[in-house]
């Protein structure tokens, strides 16, 4: 039986598509784990959703038993991380369950900005860092080239770097070799009191709350009685098991391992993820220092299109709110578009990922108002309002400040695009920290507002270059700014629905472009209608639907015509006039849907 001393932890990290997934596959092939014809390729990617797009969005664990050289046992317990910067939560908690990090760099791609990220996250929890190169089976391959970015741009040395192909099994023997020698044990003592990290959790329909628990110290046990420190809750442990990938009951997990316990909990409200659990006997003076919370950074609104859809799209929203816990939501009604919810994202892909689950498992049809993030509103009297949707700013008159959130971000591109990078940045009021270059490729840092970013940053970023920057950012601070709510009036009513926060040097551009998308979008009346964009009382730009013109003069000729004209233009001017009056403007859903692209135009 392995001792603590033959276990080793580790996580795999690296930039969106480098192959983590596969080499994980590759792992696992190699120890057994799953027989051949129950392999497939990604096997630890379990949505549907990450499979099509190819990439991981939640963290998996995995334990294999592996035979060394020298004859002896080992317990590997991997994890495989998310690459995207909307799912880097998932990546840090993931890193705090282990000692050390397999950080794999694609030989065609080079360093790329969230292969920084990640590897910055391991390097400041101390974790010994093995450095792969991937992918060399391709003819762009360029191991020197790699070696030497990684060590200009990340300062790890590279001269016992692993060589491999995820796709032919090149190299993984080398890999498991170094993660035996290189990787440090698990600090624990089996015969402390129980001390465990709560990793992660999720909603399963035939077993309730699954825990995902890393053993400091001590041991868990079937049948022990447990406490969680956070809420002094205590339950009985009904489960234990490892995923080896397949979940796999046993009768204990001593310390240093890595499993899951199933303990009749039914609310995944009371796991909280960071928590310390311990024996209910013998409870523990000091918890364990956990995880900051996660935050949405991107708010944004989610209406069913049909209105008596509005009771799926709310059993939808819970559903998925069990599996994924840095998502939020709250009920929220708008006179334009009906009953709907305010929902809190870590990022424009999180959004676009929980809005496609939406429609493709509970079959609802959505539309989604323009993402926005959290502002902070000092009123003049002192207090503080943090505001998610722009229609409930207070009245200008009351505010002090207004301040945005701000972000830090690197940006890795080959060095033809920088012109236009730069550009960019600066179009999004960006300030410019550092330059450095490493080969042909440049690595900017560059403060900006994250309201400039949140809408279309990245596709433009891609598309001005080729898809070959890369991009990733962390929130820095809160900061003044000088913003106002550019609200949109349809024949003088305005319309909550398409209200935003803007910078006041971009408000008339804006505010000029939505009217004249509405102008195209909401179909004529019979009477004319007035389209604004105001701030505040002050009417900034102006479009008008004419109306129907329904000629009244055919009929009219001989004597006396002109004057019978004139009554008849009058009588259709004061009917027009009174239509005006009580006629109210269907707005269309196209025209909400149109005003949310034009910032991606």
């Not at 334990?63 to 991380?81: E, Q, V």
């Not at 009477?527 to 105001?534: H, V």
Request: hydrophobic residues 35%; neutral net charge; proline residues 4%.
């Amino acid at each position: 039986m392995p001792t603590i001393d033959n276990i080793r932890n580790f996580a795999i990290i690296a930039h969106i598509d480098h192959g983590k997934s596969t080499i994980a596959d590759r792992i696992i092939h190699k120890c057994g784990g799953l027989t051949e014809r129950e392999m497939k390729a990604q096997v630890l990617d379990s949505m549907d959703i990450e499979r099509e797009r190819g990439i991981t969005i939640k963290a998996q664990t995995v334990k294999l038993n592996f035979k060394s050289k020298d004859g002896k046992d080992y317990i590997l317990n991997i994890i495989d991380t998310p690459g995207h910067v909307d799912f880097s939560y998932e990546v840090s908690r993931s890193l705090y369950a282990c000692e050390g990090s397999i950080l794999i760099v694609d030989s065609t791609q080079g360093v790329e900005a969230q292969t920084l990220a990640n590897v910055y996250q391991a390097i400041d929890i101390n974790h010994e860092i093995i450095p792969v190169l991937n992918k060399i089976d391709l003819p762009a391959s360029d191991i020197e080239k790699t070696k030497k970015q990684i060590e200009d741009v990340i300062g790890i040395d590279t001269s016992n770097a692993v060589s491999c192909s995820g796709k032919t099994g090149e190299g993984i023997d080398e890999i498991l070799e170094q993660i035996i020698e290189k990787l440090p044990p698990p600090n624990g003592q089996k015969n402390n009191d129980l001390k465990c990290l709560l990793v992660d959790s999720w909603y399963d329909s035939y077993l309730g709350v699954v825990i995902l628990v890393r053993v400091i110290d001590g041991q868990i046990t079937k049948n022990m009685k447990i406490k969680m420190m956070s809420n002094n809750e205590e339950y009985i442990v009904e489960k234990v098991g490892t995923f080896t990938p397949k979940p796999k009951d046993i009768n204990l997990l001593k310390s240093g391992e890595i499993g899951f316990i199933i303990t009749g909990i039914k609310n995944l409200s009371d796991t909280k993820v960071g928590d310390t659990i311990c024996d209910a006997s013998k409870p523990l003076m000091n918890a364990l220092p956990g995880f900051k919370p996660s935050k949405p950074v991107v708010f944004c609104g989610l209406f069913p299109v049909d209105s008596s859809e509005y009771q799926k799209l709310k059993d939808g929203l819970a559903k998925l709110k069990l599996n994924d816990s840095s998502f939020s939501y709250e009920a929220e009604s708008s006179s334009a578009l009906g009953l709907g919810f305010r929902c809190g994202f870590l990022g424009l892909l999180h959004l676009e990922i929980i809005t496609e689950r939406l429609e493709r498992e509970f079959d609802i049809n959505l539309l989604t108002t323009t993402p926005g993030v959290v502002y902070k509103v000092h009123l003049n009297k002192g207090e503080l309002i943090e505001l998610q949707n722009p229609s409930s700013l207070p009245d200008p008159t009351y505010i002090k400040i207004i301040e945005e959130p701000w972000i830090r971000s690197t940006i890795i591109t080959p060095d033809e695009y920088l012109g236009s990078i730069i550009k960019l940045c600066q179009d999004k009021r960006g300030i410019q920290t550092n330059l450095s270059y490493s080969g042909n490729r440049a690595v900017l840092n560059y403060e900006l507002p994250l309201n400039e970013v949140v809408f279309d940053f990245n596709d433009r970023l891609k598309s001005m270059t080729s898809g070959y920057a890369s991009f990733d950012y962390d929130i820095i601070e809160h900061r003044e700014g000088d913003l106002v709510k550019l609200g949109i009036l349809v024949n003088s009513e305005s319309v909550d629905a398409l209200s935003m926060m803007v910078h006041k040097s971009f408000a008339q551009t804006i505010g000029r472009e939505v009217c004249e998308k509405l102008k195209d979008l909401i179909p004529k009346q019979n009477f004319m209608i007035p389209i604004q964009a105001a701030i505040g009382g002050k009417i900034i730009a102006r479009e008008t639907i004419k109306g129907f013109k329904k000629d009244v003069l055919t009929k009219i000729h001989g004597g006396g015509a002109r004057d019978r004209k004139r009554k008849l233009l009058d009588k259709q001017k004061k009917g027009k006039s009174r239509s005006k009056q009580f006629g109210k403007v269907e707005i269309p859903q196209e025209a909400f849907i149109g005003v949310l692209k034009i910032k991606k135009e």
